[in-house]
């Protein structure tokens, strides 16, 4: 069983990276298709799940009361321990069906026994703002500092999600096999060498 | 000019790949060669160069006394810096004449303007301690706990090394454009598709 996970900094094309390598690879991509079936089997809102699904428990709550859902307190603090626990019952599923690259999630820690390829990818600060504003929504004009902020505060909830799985620092190179740095380069060209990577370390 | 420099964690085979990477791309490695070439331009012991050529000026010194050089103070402490020099030197002068790749010493700072790739190699402990026990010299017969600790005491005095030339941590992701993770693999079967990589970077 080939399983390739990616992880990503914020900005850095990561998801971009394991979509075009899925698609070099001839296997399928799962990223907010999880999201999707963790909300439609939990009867949760999309937005919700996809801001609690790479947040700690902790930063998770909040949110949840910041949506207004009126329920007591008990069950709030229910809600992001079951869409972890959805999480990984979907994740281990769709890795236990064939080969594939799972995007985020903490797929890395939560397949550890499956020996998954576990890639990072990151970029610095100019490379990250750029790739933010090429897709940028219609309208929205944030300004560097604005989206630094951003970028800095979802890529410190992702190492805070990771905490909750794993006792390795999300993003510390140890934890994964491969980093990819993407500053300044067009994904596309690297693919075609990455899924080789991919097919040679499986093999190694 | 396509220049790749090999940075690595002592036994994780960093040496060996950057080897087989440059024979792959058709393009000559610089690793031993460049301590040849300071020791002979100098008039130093090779010992002596190799010893100070990736350790902090600090941590050369009491090497230098330790082999015992009959000079006075400042001469002492003038033969790190001469070295240092030297070495940039050479490491200049290998980039300038073709494409190549270099390990160690430095060479992704030192060659910085050049616009390198520069790659870190490393591995988990058990490798790394696998790996020193297969090419141990004849006789050596050091416990686990010994070669570890040698390890990282190697690994300590490059960190200290670099720090003498760049504020990027070695080691450190964000210094790299590719960390390479050699546990448990056989670099050789890793060698066709990171040649490949190599050269989509280099045209992406």
Not at 60 to 80: E, V
Not at 108 to 115: P, Q, R, S, T, Y
Not at 148 to 174: C, F, N, T
Request: with cysteine; charged share 25%.
């Amino acid at each position: 069983m080939k399983i390739i996970t990616i992880s990503r900094e914020f900005g850095s094309g990561g998801r971009e990276l394991g979509k075009r390598l899925a698609d070099e690879l001839g296997i399928p991509c799962y990223d907010h298709e999880i999201i999707e079936m963790i909300a439609k089997e939990n009867g949760f809102d999309e937005r919700y799940v996809a801001n609690v699904s790479e947040k700690s428990i902790e930063a998770a709550y909040p949110l949840t009361i910041g949506h207004r859902f009126a329920m007591p307190p008990l069950q709030i603090m229910d809600q992001p321990i079951r869409v972890a626990a959805a999480q990984r019952q979907i994740i281990e599923n769709f890795a236990k069906q064939s080969d594939c690259v799972i995007v985020g999630r903490c797929a890395d820690v939560i397949l550890e026994d499956m020996k998954p390829l576990n890639l990072f990818v990151y970029a610095d600060m100019p490379s990250r703002l750029q790739r933010c504003k090429d897709r940028a929504p219609e309208g929205e004009n944030l300004t560097d500092t604005e989206l630094m902020r951003m970028i800095r505060q979802i890529d410190k909830q992702r190492l805070q999600h990771h905490q909750m799985y794993s006792d390795m620092k999300w993003g510390a190179k140890e934890a994964y096999h491969l980093c990819v740095n993407t500053s300044g380069k067009e994904i596309k060209s690297l693919i075609p060498a990455l899924a080789a990577y991919v097919r040679a370390w499986f093999e190694a």
